[in-house]
Nanobody
Framework: QLQLVESGGGLVQAGGSLRLSCAGS????????TGWFRQPPGKEREFVAA????????LYADSVKGRFTTSRDNAKKTIYLQMNSLKPDDTAVYYC??????????????WGQGTQVTVSS
């Protein structure tokens, strides 16, 4: 089993920045690609970003491209989501996940509990 715990969410004004972290424990973290998803209020979970276990491949949703960056530190078993130029539409519960790199929730076997990000206008 691989356990994932997100942190770093909160309330921020539009145009501001936040950095989310996701710490892994248990099975070999570096064996897995990791991804970030979000679920806005009343909507389905959607893909945000993903990074392969070597960091050679990065994927982003069009809605966040150029504003968000994902990275990972395998030695620390931690992945990050740097979010800049935040908009109210970015308000959601953000989840990290581990599995095989891709944009679909079905690519990922392990999930964190989520962290709330709220962007005020």
């Amino acid at each position: 089993q691989l356990q994932l715990v997100e942190s770093g969410g909160g309330l921020v004004q539009a145009g501001g920045s936040l950095r989310l972290s996701c710490a892994g424990s248990g099975r070999a973290f570096s064996d897995y690609a990791t991804g970030w998803f979000r679920q806005p209020p009343g909507k389905e979970r959607e893909f945000v970003a993903a990074i392969s276990w070597t960091s050679a491949v990065e994927l982003y949703a069009d809605s966040v491209k150029g504003r968000f960056t994902t990275s990972r530190d395998n030695a620390k078993k931690t992945i990050y989501l740097q979010m800049n130029s935040l908009k109210p539409d970015d308000t959601a519960v953000y989840y990290c996940a581990a599995g095989s790199v891709g944009r679909n929730v079905r690519n990922y076997d392990y999930w964190g509990q989520g962290t709330q990000v709220t962007v005020s206008s």
